[in-house]
Nanobody, 124 residues
Framework: VQLQAFGGGLVQAGGSLRLSCTASIFTFSRYVMAWFRQAPGKEREFVAF????????NYADSVKGRFAISRDNAKNTVYLQMNSLKAEDTAVYYC??????????????????WGQGTQVTVSS
């Protein structure tokens, strides 16, 4: 299983970015997908997850109402639309996948597969 995240970059506060994560998984629809982020000097933290069919999503309080996770199982891709970006959103963003979760999880230790990360920098 390989995950490749892209779409990061430098954006001004209040702007938007859309991250994508493409998976080399034959049965992508069997995997719960999530986004985490890690800022310098901080632990990797949960951002959002989406269930296998996309019928349920969950967000960290810090991004609720500003970020939206979605998936296209036909394209083996999960997205993270980030709006109203703030300086504190600056971090490396990682996508993660897990086949055995019953629904989804905010616990990074439960995800077995990780992408390489993409840098998001928000200037204030």
């Amino acid at each position: 299983v390989q995950l490749q995240a892209f779409g990061g970059g430098l954006v001004q506060a209040g702007g938007s970015l859309r991250l994508s994560c493409t998976a080399s998984i034959f049965t992508f629809s069997r995997y719960v997908m999530a986004w985490f982020r890690q800022a310098p000097g901080k632990e990797r933290e949960f951002v959002a997850f989406i269930t296998r069919t996309g019928d349920m999503t969950n967000y960290a309080d810090s991004v609720k109402g500003r970020f939206a996770i979605s998936r296209d199982n036909a394209k083996n891709t999960v997205y993270l639309q980030m709006n109203s970006l703030k300086a504190e959103d600056t971090a490396v963003y990682y996508c993660a996948a897990e086949a055995y979760l019953s629904g989804g999880s905010t616990n990074r230790d439960l995800y077995d597969y990780w992408g390489q990360g993409t840098q998001v920098t928000v200037s204030s």
